[in-house]
């Protein structure tokens, strides 16, 4: 629904993953390089934002575009108290895109 508004494609115009320029290096990716997002639930691919926002360890994208399913790859337990899905973290393997 996002997506509807208008305002999302000027800020965020397509999926990425934001990953840390300090793991980008390890793994060899450079801004713009496909990489592959895997979790025990599946895997995608999108291209590669570097940046210092993101915290070594860890990544990020959104969830607003059909075209990369990210919820595939998250886990649909829910917080016992609140009922909430844990959609919006998981664990996740980057690897460079062939």
Do not use: W
């Not at 999302?8 to 320029?21: D, K, R, S």
């Not at 210092?52 to 337990?77: C, H, R, W």
């Amino acid at each position: 629904m996002t997506q509807r508004t208008g305002a999302l494609e000027v800020f965020y115009p397509a999926e990425h993953l934001e990953m840390n320029c300090i793991d980008a290096a390890r793994l060899g990716i450079a801004e713009g390089d496909k990489v592959k997002v895997i979790s025990r639930r599946g895997e995608v691919e999108l291209a590669a934002k570097i940046t210092e926002i993101v915290m070594p360890g860890m990544v990020f994208t959104s969830f607003q575009y059909p075209d990369v399913p990210i919820n595939k790859l998250t886990n649909a337990a829910r917080d016992p108290i609140s009922k909430i899905p844990e959609y919006k973290v998981c664990a996740v393997k980057v690897e460079k895109a062939s």
